[in-house]
């Protein structure tokens, strides 16, 4: 085991020299097509609906009528500009927007057909039901192990947490660099090293859907390809909402895609679902105008 | 000068070297540095006399009396007279407030800072904590003396001070720290980033297990290193201990005084020690003595914030 923290194998995995160490490499890395269009399958069950939904900050109209049903085992892209909710619609499926307290979200958000918003329904359990990855890495300040191992035990986990905590960072691919020094802080991994990391911890629960806020924002372009490289290996098994402000990445990754737009009022801003189909009919035949002008970057 | 380049296309490398070359001297920004560092060392000058005089005064009692004048008691007799009851007063009163407006103050910090919601009646709570830091310290004397000397009595502790005690000096020395306590704990808790709380109910944690579990070990380095420092405000306050009844003067307790009586009997701190003896009739306690205290509760105040620091590198993660 090292005594340092090894920054350079870090950066090796970072800047995709990795293949030396893994000898077979994905190849979609390199000769990922423009558009793949997901696989959208309509007799995939619709595991989460939003019928209708409005979200409100005080009086303040945030996000106006969204309809969208999210299938199982897809990716679902939100995409949009800065300020059209997409966000905000997407923290209210797990109930994180109950954290501001002048948050109300009206309609109904469905998931397997029980309204998260009914009267006894508990936002702690929504959340380990519907896990979450954010925008910037955000770690625990500990070790890789207690990152993975804080979700499961808070549920009352009773199996053998070690091959827990490996098997949640083989799936994030992220065992091979870690293995040595799981007991080393998490903050000293690199960004994208850190959003894999999240991304374990947020599947160590087993959650069935996988919320993801920009989740690569915050990373480079290899680092990026990571993650859309495991979001991918993951659709085997989660349902992903992801929100995205990069278009390619939404071409790149989703099945369907939810092209939001932002109406400006009186100065105040309120989101709106534009267009949501098939990733690959949005993106090369779009329905809306709006939509197309965003697409080919007339717009926002 | 930036505007000699014209035409940057055209420039050479001459040109470019001329332009950017370091060609006056920027006369505001070294004269504010200047200043800054003449303010800092009149700070520095003013406390090195204070020290040094102090130093130089308390010198003699030192060198004659070495460590007896630590380990003994109070006498009229400045032959004989030492701070040990003094020092052993000031830490009881910080023990009283350790175990009071420590816990008292944090669980406050955490509930304004956690849970109360953004309501016109919390803003108010906010505001009246800080509004009651800056109160006169004089003015908790009057409350410990009209209310926790006489809760002191009801709680059977009077002793032969009749509540005037060393009890009611620490519990009134809660009072006058806790505000400071829970501001410090506030800011700590507040400096926390929110992605750590978020990361934590993104897993599913309760609110009770995100701040036990993520925000309470991140927020406590900051949390002690604040209320450690009350405590030297605690140790250092005389004012409020005059009102409620500290002895100024001689006093030892009966040969056969048990832990008991001691505690809710005649008690006096450090500061107050100081002051007394500032103004005894007798010279020598003013010229040497006073000075030797003011060492000696210098000395208290700078071992108690060494433990502070020391207690936070331990709770701060190295990482």
Redesign the interface.
């Known amino acids: 085991m090292t005594d340092s923290i090894d920054l350079v194998s870090d950066t090796d995995a970072e800047t995709g020299k990795s293949g030396t160490r893994d000898p077979t490499p994905t190849p979609r890395v390199s000769g990922r097509p423009r558009v793949t269009g997901g696989t959208p399958n309509d007799a995939n069950k619709v595991i989460i609906d939003f019928k209708d939904v409005d979200v409100y900050y005080g009086d303040f109209h945030a996000v106006d009528s969204v309809t969208v049903p999210v299938r199982e085992k897809e990716i679902t892209a939100f995409i949009g500009p800065s300020g059209c909710g997409k966000s905000t619609v997407l923290r209210s499926i797990?109930r994180?927007n109950d954290?501001i307290?002048s948050a109300r979200v009206e309609g109904t958000i469905t998931y397997h057909g029980v309204d998260l918003y009914a009267p006894g329904v508990d936002p702690?359990?929504v959340?380990?039901h519907i896990?979450?990855?954010?925008q910037?890495p955000?770690?625990?300040?500990?070790s890789i192990y207690e990152n993975i191992a804080?979700?499961p035990k808070?549920?009352g986990f009773k199996g053998n947490m070690d091959d827990l905590v490996e098997e949640s960072l083989l799936r994030a691919a992220l065992w091979n660099e870690v293995k040595d020094r799981l007991t080393e802080?998490a903050?000293?991994l690199s960004g994208g090293q850190q959003q894999r990391l999240?991304i374990a911890?947020?599947i160590?629960?087993s959650p069935d859907v996988l919320l993801m806020d920009e989740p690569a924002s915050a990373l480079d372009p290899i680092a990026t390809l990571r993650i859309e490289d495991l979001m991918y290996e993951l659709k085997q098994d989660y349902t992903i909402i992801i929100v995205t402000h990069n278009m390619q990445q939404a071409a790149r990754v989703s099945d369907r895609t939810a092209f939001f737009s932002v109406d400006v009022n009186e100065g105040r801003r309120t989101g709106r679902l534009v267009e949501f189909t098939e990733t690959a009919k949005i993106f090369t035949s779009p329905q809306q105008r709006e939509t197309e002008d965003y697409i080919t970057g007339r717009f926002g | 000068m930036a505007m000699g380049l014209k035409n940057r296309s055209e420039a050479t490398t001459e040109d470019v070297a001329k332009a950017i070359r370091r060609s006056k001297v920027h006369w505001q920004s070294t004269l504010f540095s200047v200043v800054l560092l003449l303010l800092l060392l009149t700070t520095l000058v003013i406390l090195f006399v204070l020290l040094a005089d102090i130093i130089v005064k308390a010198y003699p009692t030192f060198q004659e009396r070495g460590l007896s004048f630590v380990t003994s008691g109070l006498s009229l007799n400045p032959e004989t007279a030492g701070v040990f009851t003094g020092i052993v007063g000031s830490l009881v009163i910080a023990l009283i407030v350790v175990l009071l407006a420590f816990p008292i103050g944090m669980s406050t910090a955490i509930y304004l800072e956690e849970y109360a919601?953004?309501s016109r009646f919390n803003r108010f709570l906010d505001t009246t904590v800080r509004n009651l830091a800056g109160v006169p310290s004089i003015v908790y004397g009057l409350l410990g003396l009209a209310m926790f000397v006489p809760l002191v009595r009801m709680m059977g502790l009077g002793g032969s001070t009749d509540g005037k005690n060393v009890i009611a000096a620490g519990i009134t020395m809660s009072a006058l720290v806790l505000p400071i306590v829970i501001i410090t704990s506030s800011e700590a808790i507040r400096a926390v980033?929110n992605?750590?709380?978020?990361?934590?109910?993104?897993?599913?944690?309760?609110k009770w297990?995100v701040i036990r579990?993520?925000v309470m070990?991140?927020a406590l380095p900051g949390i002690l290193t604040g209320t450690v420092l009350t405590l030297a405000r605690a140790i250092g306050e005389t004012a409020p201990l005059l009102v409620i009844g500290v002895a100024t003067g001689y006093f030892a307790p009966p040969g056969d005084a048990t832990i008991l009586d001691q505690l809710t009997g005649a008690y006096t701190a450090l500061p107050v020690v100081v002051f007394s003896w500032t103004r005894q009739t007798q010279g020598e306690f003013a010229e040497t003595l006073a000075p030797a205290a003011i060492v000696v509760l210098l000395g208290v105040l700078f071992i108690l914030n060494g433990a502070a620091i020391w207690l936070r590198n331990r709770t701060e993660?190295?990482?």
Do not use: D, Y
């Open positions: 797990n994180m954290l307290e702690v359990e959340r380990r896990g979450m990855v954010f910037k955000n770690p625990f300040p500990k804080f979700g808070i549920a802080t903050l000293a999240c911890r947020a160590a629960t | 919601a953004a980033p992605s750590i709380r978020e990361a934590g109910f993104g897993v599913g944690a309760t297990e579990s993520h070990p991140v993660k190295k990482w």
